[in-house]
C-alpha cells in the first residue's frame, strides 16, 4: 500500500482560507440584517462544519447580546447541537426545551450553563438562547407564547419543511438558515403528496426553498470546503451538489486506515477481506452479490454486512486522521451502517445485537443525516431491486449514504444494480416553478456514483 | 405494500385464473343511493367535458352533450340540467342534520352525497371542470346560470376532498376494486375499470389474463377519448359545425345535435352498466367497522362545505401557505389512521405488516403487571407481556409496537427475543401504568404492531397571518380570468386579496 507521505500541515490552507472568507460573510450580512426582517442562507456540502459554524455564530450573537433560538428539525441534531455550544463557549446558558421523553442525555444536561426548561419557563425567563427543534418551538410559540428572539438560527434548514417553517419563522425577525442542500429533501407519507409542487404555498418544499421563491434577493452564501470527507471521497459528493464547487479540508494522506491483521482469512471470508482491503487503501469498496431481485430485507445482504463489520473488527482496524495523528483502534461506535427501509434496520440491528455488536449504529438514510462516522458500509439504495422508483433514486439518500464517512465506506449492492439505468430514464411528471426531480437528478447521480466506485467493485 | 405478499398474490392470481381479495372486509363506505358521472372529453381539449352523464348508480343516466363545448353558450346550455340536479341532490342530502357524537352541535348532516365515478381521470376531469365553473365571470353583463357556479363549487370540493386517505365522497371505482382486489395489472393497467372487472370476474374457462387483454381492446372508459373514438367525433362535430351555421338557438340546434348525443350514448351505456355492477359487488362485502367513522368526517366536511356555499361562501383558486401546511397535517393523520383500521380491523390487511416485520402475532405465554423499573428517577410499576410467536422474528430491543386492541393508547416495547420452538418468545413491556383493558390474557392469541390509531399531542391551528418568509416580497400579478380562453373578452376577474372583505373567501 503506497501512499504520499503526510505533509506537515494536514490542512489545505487555501481551501481553509476560501472556507473562512465566506463564513465571516455569512457573519456579516447576518449582523447588517439584524432588526429587520431578512435572512442569509448558508448552503453547504456534507461535513461541512455547519454545526461547528452554527454554534460559532451563536456565540458570536450571544457575545453581542442577541436573544437567539436555534432549532433543527429532529431531536438527535438538536442535542448535538447543545453538546457542540458548549463545547465552544462552556459556560454559555443554553435553554434546550423540549417533548416529553426527549431530554438531554445527562451528561450533555449537567454541563454548566444548560437547562431544560418547560416551555412557559422559557418565556417567563426571556431565555437568551433557547435550543430546540423546530416542531417544538413551532408548538412552544402557539401555546405559551415563546418568541420574541432577535435571531433564529435553522440548522439542517434543507430537511425542515415549508410548513413547520411556517410557525417557527414567527419568534423572530432576522434568520439563519444553514443547510445541506444534497441531502434528502422534506418527505410526506401521502401517496400523492404533488398537490401544491411548484405553487409558493407548497408545504413540502424546503424552508430554504420557500424563503427563497418569496425573497429571491436573500444572501446565498456556498461554503466551500468539505471537513468531513477527505479528497478521496470528494469525488463522489460532487455528484450532489451540482454547481456547488467544494474542497476537502484535509490534503491527502492526512487520513489513513489500516488493517492489523493481514487478510485473506478464511475461504468464507476472502470476498469480505479483499473488500476491507479495497476499503482501507482506497476509502471506497463496492462489494456486488450475484445479481438478481430480492426482498427488500434481503438475508444474504444483511450476512455480507455483518460479517463486514465483524471481520473489520476482528482484523483490528486502527485508524489515524489529522487530529489524532496516532493510530487509534477504530470502535464500534465509529462505525455504521447506512439503510433505506426500516425492515433493513430492524434485520440488522437483530443481527449485529445477536453478534455482540450492539455498539454499531445502524438506521435509514433520513435518521444518519447530520452524522458522521469513520467507516460506513451503506446497503446500497438499488441493492437486488426489480425497478427502479423515485424512492430508491433520490439523489439525497444515496447522498447522505456516501458522505457520513472520515475514513472509508463500503458500498453493498448486487450485480444487476447498474443494469436497473440501463436506456433512457422514465418520463416524469413536470411542474412549474420546481426544478428538482428526483428520478432524473437520482438517475444522473446513480449514474456518476457507480462509473466512480467501478475501480473500487469487489465481486462476492 | 409487502414485495412478498405481492409476488404470493401474482402466483396465486396466475395459478387460479382469476383476482383475489386482498381484504375481507370492504373498507370504504358505500351509500344505497349514489350518485354516478361519467365525463367524456373532447380529444386535446383538456379542459372542457365534451359529454356528461349522471343519475343514481344502478339506474337510468341522463345525458348532457354540447355538440361543440368549445361555445361557451352550447356549453353552458348542455351543462346546466346537469349542474341543477347536482345542486339539488347535494341540497338534499345535507337537508336533515343531526347532533355530533361529541359537543352540542347539530350540524352534522344525517347523509352526504355519494358520487361514484368510473376512474381517478374522471376525478381529475371534474376537477377541472368544478374549477372552471366555480369561477365564471359574467360576459357582458350577463351572469352564467347560477347552477353552473354553484355545481363547480361542489366538483371542486369533491375532488379536493378525494384526496383525504379512506374517504369517499367521491369514490373512483378503479381505486376501490384495486384497493380491494389483487390482480395481474400494473398500477397503469388498473386504470382501466373493465379491465379490472375481467380479472375479477372472467368469462367460464377463460384466465384472468386473457380476459383483461380482450377487455383492453374493446372497453372504452373515458375520461379520455381513444383515436378511434375522436377520430369519429371530430367528423360529427365537424357536420354539426358547418350544419348550424355559427346558430346557438335551442331549437335549430336539438335536431342537428342527435347524432353526437347517440354517439356518446354508445360509449356511456356499457361504462354506466359496468359501474352499476362493479358498484354492487363490492357493496355486498360486509363493511369494516371504521367506515362509519371515516364517513362521519366525510358527512362534517360535507355539511361544512353545503354552509359554506349557502351563505354566499368563496373558495381560493389557490391555498394560503396556512391552508396548506394545515391541509397536509390533516391527511397525513388521516393517511396513518386509515392504515392502522384497515390492518388492525382486517386479518388480510395486516399480513403484509406480519410480513414485513411490523406486526408480530402469537400466543400469549404469560403477563406479569407488577414489574418494577426505573423511569428516570423513579421506580414505577410495569407490565411484562411473555408472547410466542407462530414463526421467527426479527425485532430489534426497544422497538415499539401497540397491541391492535389498545391501539388507540400506549405501545409496548421490545425487551428481548430468543427463540421458541418454531417461533420466538418476546418479551414486551408496557410503557405505561398497568390497567384493566391494556393487558391481554394468558392463552390469548393476539397481534402487536408499529399501526396505532391516535397522534401525538393535539396540534394547534396556525396564525393566520403568515411570517414575512411564507409572504412574497413583490404583490403577484393580478390573476388572468379564468374564462380568458374564450371567444369574447371576459370581464375582469375578482381579486380575492383585493376585496374589502378577505374572509369571505375561505
Not at chain 1, 432576522?174 to 401517496?191: A, K, M, N
Not at chain 1, 482484523?315 to 495523528?325: I, L, P, V
Amino acid at each position: 500500500m503506497t501512499r504520499t507521505p503526510v505533509a506537515p500541515s494536514p490542512f489545505d490552507d487555501a481551501v481553509l482560507a476560501a472556507a473562512d472568507t465566506v463564513q465571516q460573510e455569512i457573519r456579516r450580512d447576518l449582523l447588517d440584517r439584524i432588526g429587520r426582517e431578512a435572512a442569509v442562507v448558508a448552503a453547504a456540502p456534507a461535513g461541512a462544519g455547519k454545526s461547528h459554524f452554527v454554534a460559532d455564530t451563536i456565540g458570536m450573537l450571544r457575545g453581542k447580546g442577541h436573544r437567539v433560538a436555534v432549532v433543527a428539525p429532529t431531536n438527535e441534531q438538536v442535542h448535538s447541537l447543545v453538546e457542540r455550544i458548549t463545547d465552544l463557549h462552556p459556560g454559555l446558558p443554553v435553554a434546550f426545551v423540549h417533548a416529553q421523553g426527549r431530554d438531554l442525555s445527562p451528561t450533555i444536561a449537567a454541563r454548566p450553563g444548560v437547562s431544560q426548561p418547560s416551555a412557559r419557563d422559557a418565556r417567563d425567563h426571556r431565555e437568551s438562547l433557547v435550543a430546540a427543534t423546530v416542531d417544538k418551538l413551532a408548538d412552544a410559540h402557539l401555546r405559551d407564547g415563546l418568541g420574541d428572539f432577535d435571531v433564529l438560527v435553522i440548522d439542517e434548514a434543507y430537511q425542515a419543511d415549508a410548513a413547520r417553517y411556517y410557525t417557527a419563522a414567527a419568534v423572530a425577525p432576522t434568520h439563519l438558515l444553514v443547510g445541506d442542500s444534497g441531502q434528502l429533501d422534506p418527505f410526506s407519507t401521502l401517496d400523492d403528496p404533488t398537490f401544491w409542487r411548484g405553487g409558493s404555498e407548497d408545504p413540502l418544499q424546503t424552508a430554504v426553498g420557500v424563503l427563497l421563491r418569496n425573497h429571491p434577493t436573500t444572501a446565498l452564501h456556498r461554503l466551500p470546503i468539505t471537513r468531513r470527507l477527505d479528497q478521496r471521497a470528494v469525488p463522489v459528493a460532487r455528484s450532489f451538489y451540482p454547481g456547488h464547487h467544494f474542497d476537502a479540508a484535509v490534503v491527502d494522506g492526512a487520513r489513513e486506515l489500516r488493517l492489523d491483521r493481514p487478510g485473506p482469512g478464511t475461504r468464507g471470508f476472502a470476498t469480505v477481506d479483499r473488500a476491507l482491503d479495497e476499503a482501507a487503501a482506497s476509502g471506497w469498496a463496492h462489494v456486488t452479490l450475484p445479481g438478481g431481485s430480492v426482498l427488500t430485507a434481503d438475508p444474504a445482504t444483511a450476512d455480507l454486512i455483518l460479517h463486514l463489520v465483524t471481520r473489520l473488527l476482528e482484523r483490528g482496524a486502527r485508524s489515524r486522521y489529522e487530529e489524532k495523528k496516532d493510530f487509534h483502534p477504530v470502535r464500534p461506535a465509529a462505525i455504521a451502517i447506512g439503510v433505506s427501509h426500516n425492515d433493513q434496520k430492524d434485520l440488522l440491528r437483530a443481527l449485529l445485537d445477536d453478534a455482540g455488536l450492539n455498539g454499531i449504529a445502524v438506521d435509514t438514510a433520513n435518521r444518519l443525516q447530520g452524522l458522521t462516522y469513520e467507516v460506513i458500509v451503506a446497503w446500497h439504495p438499488l441493492a437486488g431491486a426489480a425497478v427502479t422508483d423515485a424512492f430508491h433514486l433520490d439523489p439525497g439518500r444515496l447522498c447522505v449514504l456516501l458522505t457520513r464517512h472520515q475514513q472509508a465506506c463500503i458500498v453493498v449492492g448486487r450485480d444487476s444494480d447498474r443494469a436497473l439505468l440501463d436506456g433512457v430514464p422514465p418520463a416524469t411528471p413536470g411542474y412549474l416553478g420546481w426544478d428538482p426531480d428526483p428520478v432524473l437528478d437520482g438517475w444522473d447521480a446513480h449514474e456518476s456514483v457507480f462509473d466512480l466506485l467501478e475501480p473500487h467493485r469487489v465481486i462476492a | 405494500m409487502s414485495t412478498a405478499l405481492e409476488a404470493f398474490f401474482a402466483g396465486r392470481v396466475h395459478e387460479g385464473g382469476r383476482a383475489l381479495r386482498r381484504t375481507t372486509l370492504r373498507h370504504t363506505h358505500l351509500t344505497d343511493s349514489p350518485f354516478g358521472i361519467v365525463v367524456w372529453r373532447l380529444g386535446g381539449e383538456r379542459f372542457r367535458a365534451a359529454a356528461v352523464a349522471w343519475g343514481p348508480i344502478g339506474g337510468q343516466f341522463q345525458l348532457a352533450v354540447a355538440g361543440e363545448p368549445r361555445n361557451r353558450d352550447l356549453y353552458f346550455a348542455a351543462l346546466t340540467p346537469f349542474a341543477a340536479d347536482l345542486c339539488a341532490a347535494v341540497r338534499g342530502a345535507a337537508a336533515h342534520r343531526v347532533a355530533r357524537q361529541r359537543g352540542s352541535r347539530t350540524d352534522l348532516p344525517v347523509n352526504a352525497l355519494q358520487l361514484v365515478v368510473a376512474n381517478r381521470s374522471t376525478v381529475g376531469a371534474l376537477g377541472l371542470l368544478g374549477r372552471y365553473l366555480a369561477y365564471l365571470s359574467d360576459r357582458g353583463g350577463v351572469a352564467p346560470d347560477p347552477h353552473l357556479l354553484e355545481a363547480g363549487k361542489h366538483l371542486r370540493f369533491y375532488t379536493r376532498h378525494a384526496r383525504v386517505p379512506g374517504q369517499a365522497l367521491i369514490v373512483p371505482l378503479d381505486r376501490l376494486l384495486a384497493d380491494h382486489w389483487a390482480t395481474l395489472l400494473s398500477p397503469l393497467e388498473q386504470a382501466n375499470l373493465a379491465v379490472l372487472d375481467a380479472q375479477i370476474e372472467p368469462p367460464r374457462g377463460v384466465h384472468a389474463f386473457d380476459a383483461s387483454t380482450r377487455a383492453e381492446r374493446e372497453a372504452h372508459i373515458g375520461p379520455e377519448p381513444t383515436e378511434d373514438i375522436d377520430r369519429l367525433t371530430t367528423e360529427l362535430v365537424q357536420t354539426f359545425n358547418r350544419r348550424r351555421a355559427g346558430s346557438v338557438d335551442r331549437r335549430t340546434v336539438a335536431p342537428l345535435v342527435a347524432p353526437i348525443v347517440e354517439h356518446y350514448r354508445r360509449l356511456v351505456e356499457p361504462v354506466w352498466d359496468l359501474m352499476a355492477r362493479t358498484f354492487a359487488r363490492e357493496q355486498a362485502l360486509p363493511a369494516a367497522p371504521s367506515v362509519t367513522r371515516r364517513f362521519e368526517v366525510d358527512r362534517e366536511a360535507f355539511g361544512q362545505h353545503v354552509d359554506w356555499i349557502a351563505g354566499g361562501g368563496r373558495y381560493r383558486t389557490i391555498d394560503t401557505p396556512r391552508q396548506a401546511a394545515m391541509t397536509l397535517r390533516r391527511l397525513e393523520e388521516a393517511q396513518s389512521r386509515y392504515e392502522a383500521e384497515r390492518a388492525i380491523e382486517d386479518p388480510a390487511c395486516m399480513v403484509p405488516f406480519l410480513l414485513d416485520g411490523d406486526a408480530i402475532r402469537g400466543t400469549v405465554e404469560k403477563v406479569h403487571d407488577n414489574h418494577r423499573t426505573v423511569a428516570r428517577v423513579r421506580i414505577v410499576q410495569r407490565a411484562l407481556l411473555t408472547l410466542d410467536t407462530d414463526h421467527p422474528v426479527v425485532l430489534p430491543v426497544g422497538k415499539k409496537l401497540w397491541w391492535t386492541a389498545t391501539a388507540h393508547d400506549a405501545p409496548w416495547e421490545v425487551v428481548s427475543v430468543s427463540p421458541q420452538g418454531d417461533g420466538s418468545r418476546v418479551v414486551l413491556m408496557l410503557t405505561t401504568a398497568p390497567r384493566a383493558g391494556r393487558l391481554p390474557t394468558a392463552g390469548a392469541r393476539i397481534t402487536l404492531s408499529t399501526l396505532r390509531t391516535r397522534s401525538d399531542g393535539f396540534p394547534l391551528p396556525l396564525a393566520p397571518t403568515p411570517p414575512w418568509t411564507h409572504q412574497p416580497a413583490t404583490t403577484p400579478p393580478a390573476p388572468e380570468p379564468i374564462d380568458a380562453g374564450d371567444a369574447e373578452a371576459p370581464l375582469p376577474a375578482v381579486d380575492g386579496s383585493a376585496v374589502a372583505d378577505p374572509e369571505a373567501y375561505r
